[in-house]
């Protein structure tokens, strides 16, 4: 099973949460990242974290986006507060398969297996 799997999209107002979840089977096990594309704009990393737990953020959502891994569950989640207008976005879940470890930065070509996306909307 190859497949990664968003859900926990939605829409909310401004200063709310949301916890977005990825169906990973395998992959979570591996280095997994969190990406987000709104219309017009490039996509843009998010956060990842690899075998051992270890975290990276994109610089605009530090201190209030947390990625976590359930390895028992094989899910990867993205916890979402505060959030704001300009997070509204297609957010996306990808692998480094068999990558214990991420590599620097949040770049899409490091990552070579994506999920569909689920959206997030959030109003001022």
């Known amino acids: 099973q190859t497949r990664l799997l968003e859900s926990g999209g939605g829409s909310v107002q401004a200063g709310r949460s949301l916890r977005l979840s990825c169906a990973a089977s395998v992959h979570a096990h591996f280095c997994m990242a969190w990406f987000r594309q709104a219309p017009g704009k490039e996509r843009e990393g998010v956060a990842n974290?690899?075998?051992?737990?270890?975290?990276t953020y994109g610089d605009s959502v530090k201190g209030r986006f947390t990625v976590s891994k359930d390895n028992a569950e094989n899910t990867l989640y993205l916890q979402m507060h505060s959030l704001k207008p300009e997070d509204t976005a297609m957010y996306y879940c990808?692998?480094?398969?068999?990558?214990?470890?991420?590599?620097?930065?949040?770049?899409?070509?490091?990552?070579?297996?994506w999920g569909q996306g689920t959206q997030v909307t959030v109003s001022s």
């Open positions: 974290i690899d075998s051992d737990g270890r975290t």
């Open positions: 990808a692998s480094k398969l068999f990558s214990s470890r991420c590599p620097p930065g949040l770049y899409n070509h490091d990552y070579n297996y």
